[in-house]
């Protein structure tokens, strides 16, 4: 075949490249001295026979050239002559090719790190099957938008929606493993029967739960983690049928899900909601409602818009499920129900600080690109006399800013494949250290992606910073720096022209990355130094679950035996219960204040506090001082006044 042939040809003049151009020679020499001998047979003298063919055959060197030309390959040869001519230049410049190397390997780690990070969080898809159907239901009301879903919610959703082909309910929560030697707690998450097909992945071992094994009155069935049957289990085949014991309470292990599926993230248990749809659904005045997550996936070809839309109309459904009591008092009155895609609500909160840490390195990177083009442009000024030989001999503007071009990616090279160590350096330490904005997203990854990007970035570095030098030198006026020979020639007033706004870009750049980092520093700052209103110095945390009991008087002797053995620790000063820890998150405690005495307000427009319960002690342990009247002791828990 005809290309199979050009493609062969060509390979073997860029690698046979000394066999090629003797045949060559040998060829021009054969056709030259046929012509000759032609000349000399119609009756020429040799001399003139050969300048007559030499001036009908062309000069030897031009034909060559034409030679090479045809062959198509010649901008490739061109590049690996360039590429050679640079190396040598930059061997006799070293200091220069180690402050590129240094200065780019740096900017490019850290580009290429922040790009892992958010390949990993905000590009990748979810490790499920059809991810970008998964939507996140949840309710919004008042001015803080809580993002949680109740009972009811889950249940209007599932039975009046038109575009979701399942929807789930799941609550996390912990669980006490006993029965074994050394009893540890467990993540847990109880989910609905539809749980697994929403999430689309089915059990390694076994099978997911039942929709009979859904409710108050099913059988006690856990399905379990990949980590955990390998880990806690040693990956047992036979594992299904088997008992485990959660809070003392026997769980018949039906499944065991594949490697990777980690929803929600760190589970280790999935039990069966045990919710009874006739008393949780039922909205009444003095109801409390269950809180729990809600996720649905959406049919094919139903876009994130039309689930906005479909949301909007169950709000004004769900909103008339609340008894008139509720809306006399303008509870829940501004109730909406919104659908975010799964990803998107998973990293909403750390979106923002990728998308901001990315420009902060991109304009380091471009601080960077703008030293280097100076550092070349000043580079161009002393070889300018060299360039306009080149020019002089016949070679094209264009061949000279390929060269120069050429000599900018023989300095980004080195500096990209550093920057690659650096980056994998700095994502194995961030993975291992993994800082607790970083604890609920999935682990860091290079892979070819990141590659292909990070070589991207490399060549769009060599052509930026390399760009201006090589227009500089193209512009070179060859008549000029002829004419100096022999004396000090300065760079050109357009080389000195783009030099000097290089230097303002920069330092406009500069100014700006100087102003973030300030305003960050200071927010650091305020937020290390910012008054507590309790000491934390020697003060130490920790969670306790009780096991067994269930009723309020169990786990209230439980807790309260717990703390007077505390108490008796030697080093104990003081110790106290409380429900959430300071600055944890309490919305499902969290209420509107209605001040006993006072005229009443409607509901929207009183105070909101969130709440957690304590015993007497708290106030003393964390050392707050009393503005005035009492704290609170064990006979105001005899008889409490309504909370509402």
């Known amino acids: 075949m005809r290309w199979l042939d050009i493609v062969r040809m060509r390979l073997r003049s ?37 300048y007559a063919a030499l001036r009908q055959f062309g000069h030897p060197t031009q034909r060559q050239e034409e030679c090479r030309d045809a062959r198509g390959t010649r901008m490739i040869e061109d590049f690996f002559e360039d590429l050679r001519y640079a190396l040598r230049g930059l061997r006799r410049d070293r200091f220069l090719a180690f402050a590129a190397t240094a200065t780019l390997a740096i900017c490019i780690g850290a580009n290429t790190t922040v790009f892992s990070m958010a390949d990993s969080i905000l590009i990748r ?69 539809s749980f697994f097909r929403v999430m689309g992945t089915e059990p390694l071992v076994g099978r997911y739960l039942a929709r009979e094994e859904e409710g108050t009155k099913a059988p006690l069935v856990a399905v379990l983690s990949y980590a955990f049957w390998r880990n806690r289990l040693g990956s047992d085949p036979h594992i299904v049928g088997k008992a485990i014991a959660l809070d003392r309470r026997p769980h018949i292990i039906v499944g065991v899900m594949p490697q990777g599926f980690d929803f929600p993230r ?23 409602f269950r809180i729990l997550d809600i996720v649905a996936r959406r049919r094919p070809h139903v876009t994130p818009q039309q689930a906005d839309t479909e949301m909007r109309r169950l709000t004004f459904a769900i909103r008339a499920d609340y008894p008139k009591v509720f809306a006399s008092r303008g509870f829940r009155s501004d109730l909406s129900i919104g659908a975010t895609p799964l990803q998107q609500h998973l990293t909403g909160q750390l979106r923002p600080a990728l998308m901001m840490l990315s420009g902060a390195v991109g304009l380091v990177l471009l601080i960077a690109c703008v030293n280097l083009a100076n550092l070349l442009l000043a580079r161009a000024g002393s070889r300018q006399r060299e360039l306009a030989v080149r020019l002089a001999l016949g070679s094209g503007r264009g061949r000279v800013i390929r060269q120069v071009l050429t000599e900018s990616l023989v300095l980004a090279l080195p500096g990209g494949l550093a920057g690659i160590a650096i980056a994998w350096i700095a994502v194995r330490a961030l993975n291992a250290a993994k800082p607790s904005i970083l604890v609920a997203y999935p682990a860091i990854a290079m892979d070819p992606r990141v590659l292909a990007f990070t070589a991207a970035l490399t060549l769009a570095t060599a052509i930026l910073f390399g760009m201006a030098p090589a227009l500089s030198a193209a512009g070179t006026s060859i008549q000029e720096v002829l004419k100096s020979a022999g004396r000090t020639h300065s760079i050109g007033r357009s080389a000195a022209r783009v030099r000097k ?46 096991v067994g009991s269930t009723s309020l008087e169990g786990r209230a002797r439980f807790y309260l035996k717990l703390l007077d053995e505390v108490k008796q620790i030697p080093l104990a000063r003081s110790a106290a219960l409380l429900s959430d820890m300071p600055f944890q998150d309490t919305y499902d405690r969290a209420g509107r204040v209605q001040v006993v005495g006072h005229e009443p307000i409607p509901f929207l427009q009183r105070p909101r506090a969130d709440n957690t319960v304590v015993s007497p002690e708290f106030f003393q342990t964390l050392e707050v001082p009393l503005r005035s009247g009492r704290v609170f002791d064990d006979r105001d828990s005899e008889n409490p006044p309504p909370w509402w």
């Open 14 to 50: 860029l690698f046979q490249r000394d066999s090629v151009e003797h045949e060559l020679d040998e060829e021009l020499r054969f056709h030259l001295d046929l012509q000759v001998q032609q000349n000399i047979a119609a009756g020429m003298k040799p001399a003139e026979a050969r």
């Open 501 to 546: 706004l290089l230097v303002v870009a920069e330092l406009g750049v500069s100014l700006v990355l100087l102003i973030g980092a300030g305003l960050l520093a200071r927010s650091f700052l305020a937020l290390a130094h910012t008054e507590t209103g309790f000491r934390t110095d020697h003060l130490l945390t920790f969670r306790a679950t009780q």
């Open 266 to 288: 760190g589970t280790q248990i999935w039990m069966p909601l045990h919710m009874d749809e006739a008393s949780e659904r039922p909205i009444r005045a003095n109801t409390m």
């Open 125 to 193: 898809p979810l490790p499920y099957p059809g991810a970008n159907h998964i939507d996140w239901i949840s309710e919004r009301s008042g001015p803080v938008q809580e993002d949680i879903a109740t009972a009811p919610d889950y249940y209007r959703v599932r039975e009046q929606n038109h575009i979701f082909e399942d929807v789930a309910a799941f609550m996390p929560s912990t669980a006490n493993r006993t029965g074994v030697e050394r009893p540890e707690q467990l993540d847990v998450a109880s989910v609905s029967a």
